[in-house]
């Protein structure tokens, strides 16, 4: 080899070191070379951007843009997919629609943006499983109750107990009870003028005593007293005490609950029907508002008091603020679900609503083609799951395109109750021959 060549060598040598000692800087300060075409020589090298995932589970397939994420040659010989979580270095700005597979699991679709010179973040991605429902009891359709601690499911009108851990049923006194109410730990319930202990499946209290003429029981648990009509009067008996007394009189008392020492009442008066609250140690008429005519009954959670018009549709907010309790009424509604002290979701036919009270920021959330019959909402990850009779839907709604997820195709479905985790949803369906209650796991 003449001395001419070998200097063309060690000088081509010492220019591919430098050329490959700056791209390899550029690279690891966070520079591209953009290669599109044609070539824009003043954006010939780029800026690039970090995209940060995580997923729930982990180990998910990640596809950006169409293109599965491999381990570069340079580390691993074998070429082998990158999951989650990871870190992926030197994007280029602009939008990307990233994809997350995992064997087992329904895929996660989401387009984010990468900006130049920052990370983006896209962490705690849920994906969910691709399961088959689980049979718990077989069953004619009608209304469960789910204990608070969601152990124990009532069919009322089976007359038995469903204990959700172990799918084992038993025989509860009594029977056609759709009249439900239950103690805060779970253990005791009353049925239509029934007070029952679950754990040995015995009369907690003799409710005889008032006679047979009773209905529209209401259990203050807390103060040991139980509410009920009788003879056109709303009563109370002391159950420590047996001592019987008579609250309110002379009206017609269509419905009626008690909470925070005052007793709320709907009252038909010439047929005009009025919401109405007295004190409930005097007896002193607080407030009386006109309702427009209507099917009207209470129903209390953890969070608020609600007075709900079948006949309308109408849902009207209450507050404890006597002289104006109506703090605004919605419809259409069909079913709703407070998830905390200020956020309420709802639905109608076709469309689900939820409403901030504290901003009293109303949004729409979903409008599907098929008719809503029931719904399930997991605040903390925020997805939904929601029934149309026929099969069940899942929205992420962490994700920009709320693409429904189908989980299960069925018949009447119905109930639908996530567990305490969050983790299996319960139901009543038909699927294949069998209707009963079965759950499906979610996560």
Request: overall charge positive; charged content about 20%.
């Amino acid at each position: 080899m003449s001395k001419k060549i070998r200097d063309f060598l060690f000088i081509a040598f010492i220019v591919l070191f430098i050329i490959l000692t700056i791209f390899i800087s550029l690279y690891a300060a966070g520079y591209k070379l953009n290669t599109s075409w044609p070539p824009k020589f003043r954006q010939l090298i780029q800026k690039t951007g970090m995209l940060i995932l995580d997923s729930n589970p982990n180990n998910a397939k990640i596809i950006i843009n169409g293109e599965e994420q491999r381990q570069s040659w340079l580390i691993d010989i074998g070429q082998s997919s990158i999951t989650t979580p990871t870190k992926i270095k030197n994007l280029l700005a602009g939008e990307y629609t990233v994809r997350l597979e995992k064997d087992g699991y329904w895929p996660l679709e989401k387009k984010i943006k990468i900006e130049a010179g920052q990370s983006t973040f896209m962490e705690d991605s849920i994906l969910f499983k691709r399961s088959l429902p689980l049979s718990l009891a077989l069953c004619a359709p009608q209304n469960l109750s789910f204990s608070p601690d969601k152990k124990n499911i009532i069919l009322g009108e089976d007359g038995t107990i469903l204990n959700i851990k172990n799918a084992s049923t038993s025989a509860i006194i009594g029977t056609n009870n759709n009249n439900i109410q239950w103690s805060k730990s779970g253990n005791q319930v009353l049925l239509d003028g029934k007070l029952i202990n679950l754990d040995n499946n015995s009369s907690s209290y003799d409710l005889s005593v008032i006679g047979k003429t009773a209905t529209n029981f209401y259990w203050d648990e807390a103060n040991k007293k139980i509410y009920y009509q009788a003879n056109g009067n709303i009563n109370c008996i002391l159950t420590d005490k047996n001592i019987i007394s008579t609250i309110l009189s002379g009206s017609n008392y269509t419905a009626y609950i008690v909470r925070n020492n005052l007793i709320y009442t709907i009252e038909n008066t010439e047929g005009q029907n009025y919401l109405r609250i007295y004190g409930l140690d005097n007896n002193i008429l607080k407030s009386s508002t006109y309702l427009d005519n209507g099917n009207f009954n209470f129903r209390q959670d953890e969070y608020h008091l609600n007075l709900y018009d079948s006949k309308q549709q109408t849902l009207y907010l209450l507050s404890d603020y006597t002289e104006q309790p109506i703090i605004t009424k919605i419809r259409p509604v069909i079913n709703w679900q407070w998830l905390n002290n200020n956020f309420l979701i709802w639905h109608n036919d076709f469309e689900i609503y939820s409403l901030n009270t504290s901003s009293n920021k109303q949004d729409l959330i979903i409008r599907v083609s098929e008719q809503i019959v029931n719904i399930a909402w997991n605040k903390i990850k925020n997805y939904l799951v929601y029934a149309n009779g026929n099969q069940i839907n899942l929205i992420n709604l962490n994700l920009e395109k709320k693409e429904p997820i189908t989980l299960l195709k069925a018949k009447n479905i119905n109930n639908l109750v996530l567990d305490e985790k969050n983790q299996l949803l319960y139901f009543y369906a038909q699927v294949g021959q069998q209707a009963g209650i079965y759950k499906l796991q979610l996560q």
